[in-house]
């Protein structure tokens, strides 16, 4: 059975950052694209970033240079390094997985279950 589990978010002020890490389990990590998402109150999730299972990665244009995607195939763990916090920021943070099924961002596909990310000003 594939999962993902989320750590590290958390509260922070404007400014500071933070490092996402999602584990995966029960699937060939290596191979697969890997995304994070996001979910603000009264807002539809979005895509924040993605790399793909060769390394490239894509942004969305609002964290683009202030946040950091990377992978550790090693560890079967995707990272999300996010500098410069801003209050927009402020969503609960969700990691997802592509498999040969489902693209990056299906709801049919592997989600992990959230980790909450708070930002004051």
Known sequence: QVQLVESGGGFVQAGGGLRLSCVVSGSRFSSAA??????APGKQRE????ITSTGSTNYADSVRVRFTISR??????VYLQMNSL????????YCNMANRYYDLGSPYGYWGQGTQVTVSS
Request: hydrophobic share 40%; proline share 0%; aromatic share 12%.
């Open 86 to 93: 801003k209050r927009d920021d402020t969503a609960v943070y």
């Open 34 to 39: 890997m995304g994070w998402y996001r979910q």
């Open 47 to 50: 895509l924040v970033a993605a």
């Open 72 to 77: 550790d195939n090693a560890k079967n763990t």
